[in-house]
């Protein structure tokens, strides 16, 4: 037993020291981290030389612009840690979910850290709760962005918003609102971009846009690495054994870079801002700079041509290789595409009784409407496919009780809601008009049109993007009539939402649809509520009459 006390004594005053002799997070990290594949050891910056002046960074809030395993989750975790151990703050990690992402989290990078750190295991004294790790009297919380609930009452002193383009972005606001009782506090928000506008790119556009530049041990000038004038592609196509031999160059001299020595020739590198007006630090980086195998230039060279005939991969390369926003041709509606649906009537026509309407409402500021007549065009088990809509009217309301009018005017058969913000009132809305009208709310998980009704209220969930992929598909198959007057207002809201296709962990290819931060998007959230309502316009209110009265 003494001799057990003693032992305890002792790492007691050798981590107290440690502490004393530790002057920034990257002594931190250097000293306390223990990694493993695919540089096993202590952490160091051999690999990754960028990452040293983002440990060090103290600013009130950075932000990175990345391409995908460049080191950056690594560099947000030691924040965390340096934060906990030496600055004794509470911390709160952020990610796109609290299921799977927060247990992933949890599993796939905490616990490996505490496991090769005998340092790291004494510091936190409980961590059984995946979304809770305690150290003495200071808190790491572990949450997903979904749940407005899960950001509730939590204040830190450092927020990591770990792949924000991913996240629900209009709960983010709130996620920030846990350090207004701070005393001093940190952000960082990092992520793979996805389209201009969006997410971290509008962080990074009002960022000094810092990229890491190094001196060319050939020619000794300060350049950096970019696509495509840095790698030199061999081969002709995919399949051409030449493309082994493909290669970076530095863009200054054009001599060839070793992707082996890499390490050494970034080792003297820095940052260097592109703007110099911008309100912080933003580091961008892209898979070039990565000594990893699967970064080779021959391996990026290989996803170069996969992009030109697979526009997924096309995507991938520059969001997720490149760090780079992309936009796909075609990912979004464009002015054509509306202008071939445009037919020879105007808003507001007549339309004979018993006419099949639907009606859908997107809700925000104001509420935004469509309602369309469906033309039956032959039997299909798919309802939408069987029938085609012709857009009657398209118009924004302020009140709730507004909508009363335009149901009884139309004889709507379906309605569909959007069910959030105002929830309550959307309910009282539907209990008005009891039978004919549901509550939508979106969700990304079936990857199918199905739709899982609520139990005791006339809500139910549907798969977002399944559901947009048919409502503006319409659009491009010209299988949607829309008026000659059709206001420009609403071809801009169709126009905005960009489909982006991404890679789940597994590496299957799922998509989403994006907008920007400063574009509206409410009609096309319209148009797909009243594609939805069509099902259950077959089958609601068939025997029932709306009153006019």
Not at 103 to 113: L, V
Not at 183 to 188: D, F, L, N, R
Not at 371 to 383: F, Q, T
Not at 458 to 485: E, M, N, V
Request: charged share 25%.
């Amino acid at each position: 037993m003494p001799s057990e006390l003693l032992t305890s004594f002792s790492q007691v005053i050798a981590n107290g020291l440690r502490r004393k002799s530790i002057v920034n997070c990257s002594s931190w990290a250097e000293k306390c981290r223990i990694m493993g594949q695919p540089f096993p050891g202590p952490y160091s910056f051999k690999y990754f030389p960028w990452a040293k002046a983002m440990h060090d960074n103290e600013d009130e809030k950075w932000i990175g612009q990345k391409s995908a395993q460049m080191g950056y989750t690594e560099i947000c975790l030691n924040r965390v840690f340096y934060s906990i151990d030496i600055k004794r703050v509470d911390c709160l990690y952020l990610l796109p979910s609290q299921t799977p992402d927060a247990s992933n989290f949890s599993a796939g990078r905490f616990d490996p850290a505490l496991e090769g750190s005998s340092y790291l295991t004494g510091l936190f004294s409980d961590v059984q709760n995946v979304g809770h790790k305690r150290a003495g009297t200071t808190n790491l919380y572990i949450r997903g962005t979904r749940s407005r609930s899960q950001l509730k009452s939590i204040p830190a002193g450092l927020i990591i918003f770990d792949e924000l383009d991913e996240m629900t972005q209009k709960n983010l606001a709130l996620a920030e609102e846990r350090q207004s009782g701070q005393v001093s506090y940190q952000q960082i928000k990092i992520s793979t971009p996805t389209v201009a506008g969006t997410g971290i790119n509008i962080e990074y556009d009002e960022s000094k846009q810092d990229h890491f530049h190094f001196r060319c041990p050939h020619c000794n000038r300060f350049t950096e690495l970019i696509f495509p004038d840095c790698l030199v592609i061999t081969g002709d196509d995919l399949f051409d054994p030449a493309l082994i031999n493909s290669h970076l160059q530095c863009k200054e001299c054009k001599t060839k870079l070793e992707h082996e020595t890499k390490h050494e020739w970034l080792r003297e590198g820095q940052w260097l801002p592109h703007n110099e007006r911008g309100l912080w630090h933003g580091y961008h980086i892209n898979g070039l700079y990565s000594s990893a195998t699967a970064r080779h230039p021959k391996n990026i060279a290989a996803k170069v041509f996969k992009a030109k005939i697979d526009p997924d991969e096309e995507q991938e390369l520059f969001n997720s290789v490149l760090g780079q926003v992309h936009e796909v041709k075609g990912a979004r509606i464009n002015d054509q595409h509306i202008r071939e649906c445009q037919k020879n009537y105007f808003l507001n026509p007549k339309v004979n009784a018993g006419t099949l309407i639907t009606m859908g409402v997107d809700q925000g500021s104001q509420l935004h409407v469509e309602i369309d007549a469906w033309n039956y065009m032959g039997h299909s088990p798919d309802i939408n496919i069987s029938h085609k809509p012709k857009v009657l009217e398209v118009i924004v309301l302020e009140e709730f009780e507004e909508l009363d009018r335009l149901m009884r005017k139309w004889q709507v058969r379906a309605c569909v809601i959007d069910a959030h913000p105002e929830k309550r009132k959307a309910l009282e809305f539907a209990s008005r008009f009891d039978g004919f009208v549901m509550l939508c709310i979106y969700g990304d998980n079936t990857r199918s049109k199905n739709l899982t009704i609520w139990s005791g209220e006339p809500t139910f969930t549907a798969d977002r993007t399944a559901w947009l992929d048919l409502s503006l598909g319409r659009f491009k198959a010209q299988h949607i009539a829309l008026p000659a007057d059709l206001p420009l207002d609403y071809k801009n809201h169709i126009k905005a939402p960009v489909r982006v296709p991404r890679k789940d962990k597994d590496g299957n290819t799922i998509a989403s649809y994006v907008t920007g931060d400063r574009v509206a998007d409410h009609f096309a959230h319209a148009r797909n509520y009243a594609e939805i309502a069509l099902n259950f316009a077959v089958t609601m209110g068939q025997n029932k009459t709306i009153q006019t009265a």
